[in-house]
C-alpha cells in the first residue's frame, strides 16, 4: 500500500521568504516613422504637431534640428503645397472652360454640316468639298480602339479623390475607369464606372496609397 509521506517533505529546499527578483527595466520605446504612408499634408501636419509639442519641453530641451529649423521647412512646405492647390485649382476651371469652348465648337460643327447637307442636296463631292466627311453607310463599325493619350491626374477636392482627364477618341462613344495598386498584377483591376465625357472624378480612395 502507498504511503504518502514516506521520504518526502514539502519544504525541503524551498524558502517561502526569498527575496523576489529584480524587475526587468521597462521596454524602451521606438518612434513609428510611417510618415511616408501619408499624403503630403499629413506629413506636413505631422510636423506641425510635433513641433507644437516640443516647444517648452522639458523633456527635450534641445531639439535636433532646432525649432526654428524645423519651422523653416514646415513653412517652406506648407507654402509649396498651398500654391500647388491653387494652381491645380485654376488648372481645373481653365479645363472646364477649355471644355465647354471645344463644345461649343463640335456644336457649331453641327450646325454647319446640317447647313451644307441642305444647300448641296446630299452631293458627296459638294460636302467634300467643304471639309467634311462622307458618313459610312450601313454603320460601319468603328473597329478596335487605342487607349487615350495624355491621361492627367490632379488632386481633387476632397480627400480621397482626384480628378481625371484624358483626350477623347473618335468614335468611343464612353470610357471605362479601372484603378489599381499595381498595374502589372491583372487580378488587382477594380471598376470604377464610366463616363460618357473625357474626364471624371475618382472618389472613395485612400489618401497615401499608390494607386
Known sequence: MPRFDTGKTYDSGQKYDQ????PKPPRMASIRRTWSRLNRQARVDAAKLVHTKLTGNADVPAPMPTLAALQTVITAAQTAIDEVATLEQTLK??????????????????????TVEAVTNGSETKILGA?????????????DLSAPEDVRVTAGDNDGEVDVAWDSLRGAGSYEQQTNTDPNAAAGWMARGTSTRSSTTLSGLTSGVRI
Open 93 to 114: 476651371v481653365k479645363r472646364a472652360e477649355r471644355d465647354a469652348k471645344v463644345d461649343a465648337v463640335v456644336a457649331a460643327l453641327g450646325q454647319e454640316a446640317s
Open 19 to 22: 527575496d523576489e527578483p529584480p
Open 131 to 143: 471639309g467634311f466627311e462622307i458618313a459610312e453607310s450601313g454603320g460601319a463599325p468603328v473597329g
